[in-house]
């Protein structure tokens, strides 16, 4: 039995198998949508979120602060510019993409970045917002994010992971809430490197007999595997968002750009892992 996905961006839906959200263990063969954008469809210096046709549902409000520019660019003619301003907390943006990724499933992010020498990720909290999942429950309540995010490069450990929520509703969490994860040289600066996440989506831990996992490389190299986060926090939960990046807490440390190209994200089954993802699937 499988419900029939309503989703407002056909376009991103790879076949005619595709647009389901399936219940009773059911699932399509095929991967549930593929977005891939290399951003050569706009023009240099403008803004990403007016290019509605090659860059749809890409950046979504972003609004002068990611644009397509040529200074550094991974392959084809343009990455985007992310652009940090003081007096601006907004930074990155949302990936729009059908509703359809839920227990049993699997979400696949792919990029590349390049970060210039000298970038601060200061933040108030320690850590800025980096690859963000944002889940709610069918009837619709948002339940947070599962959340990677970057602290100061250089720092003891460059990464670290919580799962919101996931204590508020009594589930288990690491000392401190955070899971701390990446030598302090991981992060290369003046140089695109890949970044490549895969989660397993579920509601319970391994440890509780689940399946919930993330994975996480840079140019190949596994960084973390982690196994105590819900991916999920509910049975009929879903993933409805990606976000690349999000805002400062507490404000720009400075006015300052990295760089994003060949952007890849994509949901389905193990055995659809897509050609073009950087990790290994296990």
Known sequence: MAIIYP?????EIQSATA???????????????????????????????????GDAFTFVNSAGIAEYDQTHVQSGVNAVKLNSITSNINFGGNFDHPDVSTVGHRIWVDFYMYVPAGFDF?????????????????DGTQRGALDLQI????????FRMMREWQEALGGPVPVGGWEYFGASDVIQTDVFQRYSCEIVLDHNLQADGGSSRVK??????LIVESYLWNTLLNPDASIFDFLLFTYWNGGAPANQSLWVDDMKIASGEVSSAPAWFGGSVV
């Open 216 to 221: 996480f490389w840079i140019d190949g190299n």
């Open 151 to 158: 602290k100061p490069l250089g720092s003891a450990t460059q």
């Open 19 to 53: 647009p389901f959200r399936t219940v009773a263990g059911v699932v399509p063969s095929v991967p549930f949508f593929e977005m891939l954008r290399n951003f050569d469809s706009g023009t240099s210096g403008t803004d990403i979120q007016n290019n509605y046709i």
């Open 7 to 11: 989703g407002p961006h056909p376009q």
């Open 122 to 138: 200061t933040t108030n909290t320690g850590s800025l917002k980096f690859l963000r999942f944002r889940s709610k429950d069918l």
